[in-house]
């Protein structure tokens, strides 16, 4: 519960920050911020579309440890704790990324995630439960997938590309929504402001074109993780990335991670019909046959 009012909190912050830096900026260059207001739009557009992506990418580290429990090892107390450390530092220096921030955190379930601002400011991160059900060279494999996702730079390409598309999907919603009002207005729509055409036909535009930008951004995660799967394979063995894939193919359950931590795990959920289209990974047996052939 404390997690989920965390989560909330911090949305909440987000937003209020964005709303006041749009209208800060409206008054400051005299734009229009009304609703159907071309530069209104574009503004709100451009503020609301990169910057809540960009503050949860800054803040990424900052949840990751308060939602998920992650303790930092910042003196490492156990031979395993050393090992991981050495493990990720080797791995870091042959990738030419700076050195992450390591943790663990508590879930019975094997899972790992990597996440921060850019490739020298990182944390990686793993689950009790990998480190029980997985061999030490499963665990090197897993620290190099998520090595491979920091110096692919991947967390950054993703928030670019939902800054995108958020961007998009705002504009093109209250286009929508002004030829909707338009259209049911007739000529009056120039005598007053926006209708309730414009605001139900925005609400609907957003949700489906929502719809498809997280589509395409799913589908870049999983393009991603075909690549950090070739990292680990590079950093760790390709028979040892492939054994960890397989032991967690094997595991009975593995439930996805929260919020924008998902996307660069080392595995996600199943998906059926519809759902395969919004998964953030690709299922296993892909991936596993994607390394066996790989040359």
Known sequence: MMRIILLALTNFAVMAVLFLSMNIIGRLFGINMSAGSMSGIMIMAVVMGFGGSFISLLMSK????????????????????????ET?????????????????FYSPDPNAFATGASRNNALVAV????????????????????????????????????????????????????????????????NSGPGIGYFVGSFIADILLG??????????????????????????GRQKMINALKRLQSAHAVHDLPGGMAAFGIAGGLGDG??????????????????????
Do not use: C
């Open 62 to 85: 900052w949840m990751a440890k308060r939602s998920m429990g992650v303790q930092i090892i910042e003196t490492p107390q156990t031979a395993q704790e050393r090992w991981l450390v």
């Open 127 to 190: 689950s009790q439960g990998l480190l029980d059900h997985m061999t030490a060279d499963e665990v090197e494999a897993v620290l190099g997938h998520e090595i491979g996702h920091v110096a692919n730079g991947d967390m950054v390409t993703q928030t670019l590309l939902q800054g995108v598309l958020n961007t998009f999907v705002i504009i093109f919603a209250r286009l929508i929504g002004m030829m909707v009002d338009n259209f049911f207005r007739g000529n009056n729509s120039e």
């Open 274 to 295: 519809l759902k395969k289209i919004f998964m953030t990974h690709p299922p296993l047996e892909d991936r596993i046959a994607a390394l066996q052939n790989m040359h």
């Open 88 to 104: 990720v530092r080797r791995q870091a220096e042959k990738s030419g990324i700076g050195m992450p921030e390591v943790g663990i």
């Open 211 to 236: 719809f498809l930008a997280t589509a395409i951004v799913m589908w870049f995660s999983r393009y991603r993780e075909f690549k950090a799967d070739i990292a680990g394979a590079d950093l760790a």
